[in-house]
Each structure stands twice: as C-alpha cells, then as structure tokens.
C-alpha cells in the first residue's frame, strides 16, 4: 500500500465545516467514519501538525495533508498467462529512478510471484504503462511467450483502447480526430509535444464527446497508437485540459474554483481494453474498469453546480 502524504488546501468554503465532514467531501472514496479513525491514527496533518480531534472546525486556506489513500489495484482478470489490473491513480506503473511511491509491478511480483523476464528487472512483466496520473487498466505477462505475444499485439495496433477524459473546455464537434506526431520537449526529460521538424512519431487519437457541462466536457478517447503522453497532448493542441493536469495546461480556460472537488492524479481513466489473448488462437480478451469514486464524484459536482 502506498505510504505517500497527499497535500491539499482546504477551501474558503468549507470555512466552519467539521474536519470529518470537509475529508469525505475531499476524498469521497472513504466514508466520514473511515476518515474519523484515520484522524485517530494520527493520518492527518493541518497546518503540519497531527489532529486529534475529527470534529475540529475549519477556518478555510489551511493545508491539509493525509496519508496516501490505502487503496490496492483492483486485479480483473487472471490466467496463468495474463494478469490485468486496475490501477490507482497515483501509483507509478513499474520503478522510475526520478519518482518514488508505490509501482504496480512491484506489487504485481509481491503478490504473484515471478512474471516474464525484462531487460530491466523493475519491469518484470510489463507489457505497457500508464503514466502516473492515469487510473486504469494495465496488461502484465506471466510468462516469456506471453510477453511475446502481447508486445507484439500492442506493436500491431491489434489491441483496442478506450479511455475516458474529463476535460476543461469544450469542442465543437461531437466527434473529432487529432492526427499529429509527437516529439519530446527539448530540454524536458519527461515531456513531449508536437513534431515541429518532421522527425516526430505518428499518433493518431479519437474524441467522441459523452456529456457537456458549461466549462468541461466528458470525453471518450480512442487512440489508434500508443505514443507517450499521445492523448494529454492531443488534448492540448485542441485547446483542452484534463482536470488535475499539472504539465499540459491549455491558456485561455477557466481555472479551479476554490469549492471544486480534490482530484488525485488527473482526470483520464483507461476504461476498456480488449485484446488477442496469447494462449487462445483467435480468443479476445475484452475488459473494463469503472472510473474511480473522485473522478465520478467530479462528473457529479459538476451537473449538480452547472460548471
């Protein structure tokens, strides 16, 4: 379980609102009575220092820090060939020398025992990731003909993606295509961006909205490669931005208001996957994970305030 502090401020509009009260409404995946014994066990931090108390009133503008949610991957489906999870938000798909917390091959081994061999030991297993901010599913290999086999598939662009995206911003189509190479950001060791000389990798993505709110947008994407960073990119070159984003930010859009809703990671959610199964000649495999309870708590503030 991730041992990592979360930091937030709390908002002026929770100003005389119980402490208990203002953590659910803040992190909505643990009950009031959950987060009233995490007070208890010394789990939370105002102003730096540890409360005793649940019921202490809030004045607004304190930062507030708690204990890294202790949620584990959901693990959806597994064979003696495949293991497919879903991944919190927050949790790093395989160890990052530049990032530290919690990555699910490292829990995937622990809990599994040994998956197919890498060329880095850390990513034993993995087929493709996830950035850290992204919640969803994530494909890992239990032996060496699996991983073959599902590299391959993901090479092939055999392997069908859908995630969801809540965005700021709104398009004028309901249905749109971004077909633009990316390239990493000189000087950024992390970042990409659009191909500006030509020498960038082709990346395709489509968009089909689902629901419109007055500043933001719920949006299926569908990207038909697996670039880096494809889809908080593609976002960015149409003048959009996930909730939560914190690399990609588009100019011009409303920024978050002092009540809406905390948002661990960003708001982009691997929801379906669906791909040859390594073992089964001809067989799919086909699977899907809920958005997490944040990501639909936001959706919810959101029709319910008219944002």
């Not at 890294?68 to 160890?95: R, Y």
């Not at 970042?191 to 949006?219: C, I, N």
């Not at 073992?279 to 994970?289: D, N, S, W, Y």
Request: charged content about 30%; hydrophobic content about 40%.
């Amino acid at each position: 379980m991730s041992s990592e502090w979360i930091q937030s401020i709390v908002a002026k509009s929770d100003r005389g609102r119980r402490l208990d009260e203002a953590l659910a409404r803040l992190f909505p995946e643990r009950s009031r009575a959950a987060w009233q014994k995490e007070v208890r066990r010394g789990n939370v931090l105002l102003d730096g220092r540890r409360v005793v108390r649940s019921n202490v009133r809030l004045a607004g503008g304190e930062e507030l820090r708690v204990q890294g949610a202790s949620v584990e991957p959901d693990l959806i489906h597994e064979d003696p060939h495949v293991l497919v999870f879903d991944k919190p938000a927050g949790w790093l798909t395989h160890p990052a020398d530049r990032a530290s917390g919690e990555a699910l091959s490292t829990y995937a081994l622990r809990r599994f025992g040994a998956l197919a061999e890498h060329e880095d030991p850390g990513r034993a297993g993995v087929v493709h990731r996830l950035d850290r901010g992204t919640s969803g599913l994530v494909v890992f290999a239990r032996t060496p003909q699996a991983m073959r086999a599902l590299r391959a598939a993901f090479r092939e662009r055999s392997v069908d993606k859908d995630y969801l995206a809540l965005v700021r911003g709104a398009p004028v189509a309901e249905a749109f295509d971004v077909d633009l190479a990316l390239e990493p950001q000189p000087g950024s060791l992390d970042r990409q961006r659009v191909s500006r000389g030509g020498a960038g990798k082709a990346a395709t993505t489509r968009f089909e909205v689902l629901e419109r709110f007055q500043d933001a947008t719920l949006l299926r994407c569908l990207p038909r490669t697996g670039r880096r960073h494809q889809i908080r990119v593609h976002l960015l070159a149409c003048g959009l931005e996930l909730f939560g984003e914190q690399i990609y930010m588009a100019q011009g859009l409303p920024r978050a208001s002092e009540d809406e809703p905390n948002f661990v990671g960003h708001a982009l959610h691997a929801h379906r996957l669906a791909f040859p199964h390594p073992e089964t000649a001809g067989g799919r495999l086909a699977l899907r994970a809920e958005p997490p309870a944040t990501f639909e708590h936001l959706c919810a503030w959101l029709r319910a305030t008219g944002r």
